[in-house]
């Protein structure tokens, strides 16, 4: 018996009890808070590490404030911080010598008035009361850790992917997700009393980590509870969860300006949530089966016949299961030859470039993707919480219209490629409003979003066209290259995106969105190289691969697609 036939026999008993019934929805509904929990703390520096006007503070004024309080303040502030006309802002890293200073250095009686570097600021409480900017004073010179905080989130995302598989298909599905949930929410409480920008540094590190491990395992237990033909509907329900966690974060953080506490407040609810995931979230029967673990696996199986309310007869159980998984264990985790494969694939001039431009897509929708979402107070004008609800509502659109479009018989090649294109055209078309000389900042904000809601979709797409691309040989080695340079192109973004810091005016604020828009298109065009594997077999072998066209030839079998968009 193969172990292919242990997996049919498995799927056909999930089929039979209700391949997506109450039970599956239950386990679905706990990934979705999860992957809520996730997007929370990936994107909440938007506004934990928000920017606040600031300037240099007075030396030797201890109540010193940003705003001007009164006349005698004004004159002080006159007296201390030069002022930039060309800002119409006082210096935001430079004060004049004070007379002690300029005594103890020996040039009490020189006439000039010489600037030193600042070590104090003053922020301003209109916008935020507190952010980890104003608490770490992240400006001036040390502006660049919030860059680094951004690559640590995105470092720490790589290594949380390439970790998870690896200890889930170890200790199973729940310890996994219970070990790194409980991680990440210890992790997110301690970072409300960080104090130094080093130890910041390491803890966004370990959130981002910790919060794609538990959300990768929450995945796989998801694709491993559902019948085949319900796995793509499923993962794309994680998505969902994302733009849940979206939507409650800008309204927390609407409610709450002090970012210690919206920190907490982030946080500690989840304490409850994951006391629940202890009893509620089950171990996954498919993984108790490859371990010879049969009793346990035949106990959650049963329950969720009980729970759908279907029942399944015990000789289905017995014949099905239990006795073709003795039989394959030792042949199910036979290491595949996959040097001899991989050589093959380097051999065949079609595959190596279907890979390069799928490798590329994943960087540039990644970098895009978190370019524009981690970034959107400081390349997007306008109001930082408007902009990112507008953001989360076209968040969800995409995914919803994206849901649509899989139904139908758009195809996956083209619904990424024109996806893509009108990403990169969005935000390409930033620079029209320079080019014809018009002051309008809402044009920006528009094209923005519209870049973000194309590149949402083509970012949640390339998940599941890209192994529908690849052979059965080289589907998990190649979707794991093309995963790793999604995640470089996340590291690189942040300093993209901190462009709009070196170059000033307005040239500068586009630059970013130039750069993500060229890139894209780029892909876009790259993308039409790529074979449509809508309504097709999956390919089984590198000349099954070979074979596919650029173009859909009529309806042929549908492989069922056992991936997921986490």
Known sequence: ???????????????????????????????????????????????????QDFRCAISGLPNDTFHIRDEAHMRMLNASIPFDSSEEAYSQCHRFQTEEEAGSAGMLNSTSRDLVT???????????????????????????????????????????????????????????????????????VAMAFVRSVPLFLVLRLITASSSVAFFMTACILCMEMVSPKKRTLAGMMAMFGWSLGMFTLVLAAFLVRDWQTLQLVLSCPMVIVGVSYIWLMP??????????????????????????????????????????????????????AKGENM??????????????????????????????????????????????????????????????SLAGTLGRKPVFCVCVLLGGLACLSTILPIVLEVDASWINMVLSNLGKFFITSSFAL??????????????????????????????????????????????????????????????????????????????????????MKWRKQGRQPDGSLDSQPC
């Open 118 to 188: 600042c070590t104090k600021w003053v922020y301003s409480t209109d916008i935020f009361v507190t952010s980890i900017i104003s608490q770490l004073d992240l400006v001036c010179d040390h502006h660049i850790y919030t860059t680094h905080a951004n690559m640590m989130t995105m470092t720490g995302m790589m290594i949380g992917s390439l970790v998870s598989g690896v200890i889930s298909d170890r200790f199973g599905r729940k310890k996994t997700f219970l070990f790194f949930f409980w991680l990440h929410l210890s992790i997110t």
């Open 462 to 547: 390339v998940w599941i066209y890209t192994p529908e691309v690849l052979p059965t040989q080289l589907r998990q080695s190649g979707l794991g290259v093309c995963s790793f340079t999604g995640r470089v192109g996340g590291m690189i973004s942040p300093y993209i995106a901190s462009l709009n810091t070196v170059i000033a005016g307005p040239m500068g604020r586009v630059l970013p969105l130039l750069i993500f828009g060229l890139a894209a298109i780029c892909s876009g065009m790259f993308s039409l190289f790529l074979p449509e594997t809508s309504r097709r077999k999956l390919p089984e072998t590198l000349e099954e691969a070979k074979s």
């Open 283 to 336: 171990e996954s029967p498919r993984w108790l089966l490859s371990k010879g673990r049969y009793s346990e696996a035949r106990a959650i199986l049963q329950t969720m016949s009980k729970v759908n309310k279907r029942e399944i007869p015990e000789k289905m159980l017995m014949s099905e299961v239990c006795t073709e998984a003795r039989e394959d264990q030792t042949e199910e985790y036979q290491p595949p």
């Open 1 to 51: 018996m193969s172990a292919s036939g242990n997996r049919s026999s498995y799927d056909n008993i999930l089929t039979h009890i209700g391949g997506l019934g109450l039970y599956q929805r239950r386990i679905l509904l706990l990934a979705v808070v999860a992957c809520a929990g996730k997007s929370i703390h990936i994107l909440s520096t938007i506004f934990t590490m928000g920017a």
């Open 343 to 404: 050589w093959r694939l380097l051999k065949s001039p079609v595959l190596v470039i279907r890979l390069i431009i799928l490798a590329y897509g994943w960087l540039i929708n990644s970098m895009v993707y978190y370019g524009l979402t981690l970034n959107v107070g400081s390349i997007i004008e306008g109001d930082i919480y408007l902009n990112f609800l507008v953001m989360s509502v076209l968040e969800l659109i995409a995914y919803v219209c994206l849901v649509l």
